[in-house]
């Protein structure tokens, strides 16, 4: 057995509230209690007898902010219907934000805030990954949401749908050949890693491909939410929706939809990556997801949040994502892949997805606040199915992957 020489510092940060008249003031009554937060670094060297573990205890019992809701948002519109409706008035800079969105947002009392990551998958981890080890903040019950825009497949979504996903699956894990130059008996361009046929499942695994939340939770934030009147879009919106075939869910207006997202820093567009996108999401999660929605960041904001999840700076089981559909990612029955993407103002259904956002989300916002002390503080919305990812990494059983 191997002697360890055990060193620790404490990284106090007290003192900064002293300095700040905004920090001071939430301090004087929500100041955490929680505890501590220790990082151990061992540093394990094969040929020495000795393993040296270093601890290091940063203070959350100095943590400033323990709000009970976290908005997740990507950019400036998304942000917006979140902090102007509810007046999310007090910025709070952290350090390591986006250079482009530094701060977090607070109501008054401290107990909503939202934070913006910037986009794409690169901006989505970074900036949770800061958060989650801000020493400002205790975030072990905060409840986070997602508040996004996507892309939407006509099949189950319309511009102005809202949707649930309970797994996040990143779809740009894979091999590419430009379709230009593939067999004539591929339908795309895309093969899963270590294979050499399309929809074989990846033999090769980074751990970010899926994601799975929690369904019970997932279920709540839609039930408080089912009887909300969703905005139609505009005119334009519902002209066009009418171009799908009757029998799909484009046609018809907009509802709360529990389906799947899909993660890509691609903003892609067409029926040919659809299906090859949708082929990933079923293959790499055993048919168990249904693909419903894309856009570039869930699966990075996921991966940090299990991270943290995995050292107690955060709860997995209080993660909900939305993601509000503001255009579709193929084309009707009659107009090209092309003009249907680049011809603006032809689907553009932005504005309808922010306010159903807003309007779908609001119920969930309260009832966390109004049940806080018997629903939520301790979670009582505790999972029925498997949260995590691929390497079952906060422990459990998956139910997909090899
Ligand atoms: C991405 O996130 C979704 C949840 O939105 C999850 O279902 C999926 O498994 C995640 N995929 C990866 C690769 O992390
Ligand atoms: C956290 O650590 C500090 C410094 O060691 C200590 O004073 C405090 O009591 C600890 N708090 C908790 C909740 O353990
Ligand atoms: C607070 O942040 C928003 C952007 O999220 C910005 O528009 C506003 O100017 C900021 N206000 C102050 C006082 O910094
Ligand atoms: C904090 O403010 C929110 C509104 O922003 C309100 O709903 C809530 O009741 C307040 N909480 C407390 C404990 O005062
Ligand atoms: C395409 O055809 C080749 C032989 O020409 C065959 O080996 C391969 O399995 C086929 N691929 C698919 C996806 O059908
Ligand atoms: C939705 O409306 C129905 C019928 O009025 C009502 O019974 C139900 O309680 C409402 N649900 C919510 C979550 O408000
Ligand atoms: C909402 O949109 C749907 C589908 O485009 C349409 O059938 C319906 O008449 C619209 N409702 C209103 C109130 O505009
Ligand atoms: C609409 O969809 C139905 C069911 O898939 C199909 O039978 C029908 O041919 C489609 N109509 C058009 C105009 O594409
Ligand atoms: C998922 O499907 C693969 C085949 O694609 C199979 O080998 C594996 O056992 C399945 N995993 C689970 C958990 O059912
Ligand atoms: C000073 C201050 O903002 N205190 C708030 C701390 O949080 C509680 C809710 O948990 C609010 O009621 C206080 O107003």
Known sequence: MKFNTVLSALWAISALGAANPLLRRASSSNVSTSSNYTQTATITDAASATDTVLTVTQGRF???????????????????????????KHNIS?????????????????TIMSVTTGEGEINAASTITALSLSPLFDLTDTYFIVSGIAGGTPDLTTIGSVTYPKYGVQVGMQYEIDSREIPANWSYGYVNFHTSKTNVYPATIYGTEIFELN????????????????????????????????????????K??????????????????????????????????????????????????????????????RIVIMRGISD???????????????????QGGSSSAYANLYTAG?????????????????????????IGDYFETLGGTRNFGL
């Open 328 to 346: 579709f990612d193929r084309a009707p029955a009659g107009l090209s892949a092309t003009d249907f993407f680049f011809t603006k103002g032809l």
């Open 94 to 110: 952290v350090p390591m934000l986006s250079p482009e969105y530094p701060f977090v947002h607070s109501n008054a009392n401290y």
């Open 215 to 254: 369904e019970v939770l997932r279920d709540r934030a839609m039930q408080v939410a089912s009887n909300v009147t969703l905005n139609n879009g505009t005119s334009g919106n519902v002209a066009f929706r009418q171009r799908y075939n009757s029998s799909m869910a484009a046609y018809g207006a907009p």
């Open 256 to 317: 709360l939809v529990a389906c799947d997202t899909a993660t890509s820093d691609v903003y892609w567009s067409g029926a040919l990556l659809e299906k090859a996108f949708t082929d990933f999401v079923t293959t790499v999660s055993n048919s168990s997801a249904t693909y419903c929605s894309t856009q570039q960041e869930d699966n990075a904001t996921l991966e940090a949040f299990l991270r943290a999840a995995k050292h107690g700076l955060v709860d997995y089981s």
């Open 62 to 88: 100095g943590a400033l902010f323990k709000p009970k809701v976290m908005m997740i948002n990507m950019f400036t519109p998304e942000e917006n219907a979140w902090v102007k409706n509810l007046d999310l």
């Open 362 to 386: 609001l119920p969930f916002v309260t009832d966390i606040l109004a049940n806080w002390e018997t629903l939520y503080k301790v979670n009582q919305f505790t999972p029925k199915n498997y």
